[in-house]
């Protein structure tokens, strides 16, 4: 468990998964999958969870997956390297809070600080990155924030909304890395009560 200022990183147990399937029909989709809106089904979602339990045990594993919940417990999305390298020791960042009424309030930065400390603190990694979509500003300020840098821009590269949007793509290499309480104080982040419900 990795424990922030308004969320815990956890592991993706069964009270995650409860919940994948409501995320996966919520706004959050169309975000994390770069402007995807289409129905998932019940069954297609079981059907993705036994390819990748058959893949997971040919192949060796390269995603390490967390639970964000807030500091008192409620599961609110994941978090994860989804494609690491070990060899190279590159990561491939990826995240969703399903809960769309939390975004823009810090919790997803508060879980990418936690997430970027470990794969460089503990894992030793060189070098973490992510892609995104040009419409999706959250993620571009959370970007800023943290300190990951704008490395491309490939044009017209997804379909959203019936409109060609850009991808952007974001790293941070080890050394550019300040550490969390670094960060935490440039950007005066406390901890705060949980929210009301
Ligand atoms: C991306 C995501 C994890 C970020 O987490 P979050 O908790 O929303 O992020 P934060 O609140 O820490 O930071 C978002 C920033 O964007 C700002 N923001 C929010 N909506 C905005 C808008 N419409 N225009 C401009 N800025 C906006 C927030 O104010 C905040 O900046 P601030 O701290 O300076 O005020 C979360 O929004 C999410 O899961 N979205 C849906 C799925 C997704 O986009 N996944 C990522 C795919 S690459």
Known sequence: MLEGL???????????????????????????AVGDRRLITESTLKRWREENAERQGSQP???????????????????AMN???????????????GEPEYWGGGYGTDALLLITDYAF???????????????????QRQMAKVGYKLESRRR??????????????????????PGRAAIIEKLGLKARPPKEE
């Open 121 to 139: 603190d503990w894992l030793d990694m060189h070098k973490l990155w992510l892609s995104t979509m040009g419409l999706n500003v959250r993620v």
């Open 61 to 79: 594993r390269t995603r390490v997956m967390w639970g964000v919940q807030t500091k008192d417990g409620k599961p609110l999305g994941d978090i």
């Open 6 to 32: 308004l969320v815990d990183l956890v592991p993706y147990g069964d009270r995650y998964l409860e919940q994948e399937h409501r995320w996966l029909n919520s706004e959050a989709w169309f975000w994390a």
């Open 156 to 177: 017209q590269a997804f379909r959203a909304d019936g409109q060609w949007v850009d991808e952007l793509s974001y790293g941070l290499l080890r050394e550019e890395w």
């Open 83 to 97: 494609w690491v390298v070990p060899h190279c020791r590159l990561s491939m960042l990826g995240a969703a809070i």
